[in-house]
């Protein structure tokens, strides 16, 4: 099969040939039909972890060929079966093979079935809502719109109504975070940031925000108290997570107020201490919902067994019909040849705010502004 491999020397991605991967028993094996593009997958190209010849990416979506001899029948995946998820791709020190590729193997409970979308829809959202499930859900303890057994600490606020402000509202991962914080059963206000001509794209249905400003104004976060009468807000999630947005999401919170981050000081993605802050800020990777060793250069975060029953419970709600909507999609030309010469070039090195080093032409090659890029795999 052809797959997009990593080209650790000259940090770049390349097409091989590479065989077919093989499922273990509680795998199935998937035909990709569609990839979605993430600023980690060129991030960890340009900056490699790992060695040469693992295959690159993480969102796909595509059918099952075969389902491995433990693969219960309760879950309804068969052949035929179209099915969506992520895998790690190059994005640890861990040899674990992505996503680009024509065929992967992926542990059955870590994809969910798709119901109406297309297979290029599809592809955009298992990474991305998974990430802003998790900081709803998990770290913010927001209750979920699914049934979780860990016991969320915020239970006792369900009748209440809640107040959230989502920095980034345009990026992949708020467009994801706007919807489930809306599906939850409180009732939550929602203030954000984005572009003005996002504005009424994001004030409409899924994503419904109650109050937005633009992002570019330096004193954004005075904008955000205005309607609540200068009091602060109960819940911050920065999609952007840079330079000093921490800081800016930090002051529209009120005291005692939590604050999910997408990237970590640790990272040196941002560097404000929490006394500034007035919160400690939480962060965590998406990948823990793989339930596995992570390992970067010099840390390690270990197998997370509460992520992955997250994850696993996330996915599930999602075969159930659990409503989402997809990332406006992107449909670059070509296939996985394309991916590094093109999408990665538009995603820079991972860095929302680094981006589109070589201009371009290309209509398909403007800036990507509230869209997800997606090529298909014949
Ligand atoms: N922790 C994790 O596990 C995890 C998982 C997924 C993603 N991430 C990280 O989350 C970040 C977002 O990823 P993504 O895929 O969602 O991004 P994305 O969709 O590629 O983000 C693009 C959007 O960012 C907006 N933007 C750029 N700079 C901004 C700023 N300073 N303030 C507000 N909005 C800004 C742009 O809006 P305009 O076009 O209107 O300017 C554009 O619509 C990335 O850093 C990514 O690496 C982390």
Known sequence: MKALVLDAEGRTGIVRDVPIPEPQSNEVLVRVRAIALNPVDALYTAYPLGKSGRILGSDFAGEIVVSGSSVPSSSQLKAGSRVAGFLQGACSKNDRPGAFAEYLVVPWDLVWRINDLSFEEAATIS?????????????????????????????DLKHESISIVINGGSTSVALYAAQLAKASPTPVSLFGTASTRHRSFLSKAPYRYDYLVDYRDEDWSNQILQPNDGRGLDFGFDCISEG???????????????????????????????????????????????????????????????????????????????????????LMPGGLEKVVKDGFTLLGTGSVNDRRMERREEEYMRPVSGEKLVYQIK
């Open 127 to 155: 990474l991305c809502a998974l990430t802003a499930a998790q900081a709803l859900f998990l770290r913010l303890e927001l209750q979920a719109p699914f049934s979780l057994s860990q016991k969320q600490p915020h239970d």
């Open 244 to 330: 000093s947005t921490v800081l800016k999401t930090a002051r529209t919170l009120r005291q005692g107020a939590k604050l999910a981050v997408v990237r970590s000081r640790q990272g040196q993605a941002w560097n404000t201490s929490r006394d500034e802050l007035g919160v400690e800020p939480s962060y965590g990777a998406v990948w823990e919902g793989l339930g596995e060793d992570v390992e970067y250069v010099g840390m390690t975060l270990p197998a997370n067994a509460q992520a992955r029953e997250f994850a696993v419970a996330f996915y599930a709600w999602l075969s159930e019909g659990g409503k989402i909507v997809s990332n406006p999609v992107r």
